[in-house]
């Protein structure tokens, strides 16, 4: 079946510093969609990606995917406080969602 | 708008009861879903809807039973609890279907944690 794998499961940045979360389909997937869990919340979307080779920008986060459509990825530039939380990205083919693991981001002031 | 709303916040069972979580939306979204969300695994589906009087599996559908008898609501029930279904359960919704040409924003419930005992 379809599997997304997520990388780093964990990272811990002092403030300013970027980062960067990966996520690795072992199909091609129509579409991907990244999403922000604050710690005790729920997943709130931020994003999605349909085009082969499509980058977006929200402000500090660019969020990437693949040529092949396999991989993508979210850096976030100069991390704050307010991103800490765990991000997922989810992988969708033909009515099947997957999640990524999620990769926690924890930021030290 | 309420969003999607979820019941109960916290849960407390013993192996082998039975019980239902509540899920409701007010954004006339078509789309309904359940996961769950155990530490170190994301997200998992366990079922979905894509409208009223339809249902599919998803990833992780044993032990668990839904309905969706109107647009609004879309309660999961668990048949006989087990120790292993100890975990998060979140309820989205979205106005259509994610499908090979895009899905749609998925907005989620803030959550039922359920530890059975």
């Known amino acids: 079946g379809q599997q997304v794998m997520q990388i780093p499961q964990y990272q811990h940045v002092q403030e300013g510093e970027d980062f960067t979360t990966y996520c690795n389909s072992s199909t091609t997937l129509s579409n991907i969609q990244w999403y922000k869990q604050r710690p005790g919340g729920h997943p709130v979307f931020l994003i999605q990606?349909?085009?082969?080779?499509e980058v977006k920008k929200q402000k500090r986060l660019t969020f990437q995917f693949g040529e092949a459509k396999k991989n993508s990825s979210l850096h976030i530039t100069a991390t704050q406080t307010t991103d800490v939380g765990t991000y997922f990205c989810?992988?969708?083919?033909?009515?099947?969602?997957?999640f990524g693991a999620g990769t926690r981001l924890t930021v030290k002031p | 708008n309420a969003g999607v709303t979820q019941t109960p916040k916290f849960q407390v069972l013993k192996t082998g009861q039975s019980m239902t979580l509540q899920c409701a939306q007010d954004m006339n979204h078509e789309y309904m879903s359940w996961y769950r969300q155990d530490p170190g695994m994301g997200l998992r589906l366990i079922h979905y809807s894509v409208g009223a009087g339809i249902t599919d599996q998803g990833e992780v559908p044993n032990g668990y039973n839904v309905s969706r008898s109107t647009t609004e609501d879309f309660p999961l029930r668990l048949l006989s609890a087990a120790p292993s279904q100890t975990s998060v359960y979140f309820c989205?919704?979205?106005?259509?279907?994610?499908?090979?040409?895009?899905?749609?924003?998925?907005?989620f419930g803030p959550g039922t944690r359920l530890t059975v005992l």
């Open positions: 989205a919704s979205s106005m259509f279907l994610p499908g090979p040409t895009g899905g749609d924003t998925q907005y």
């Open positions: 990606l349909v085009k082969s080779g």
């Open positions: 989810a992988g969708l083919r033909v009515n099947d969602m997957r």
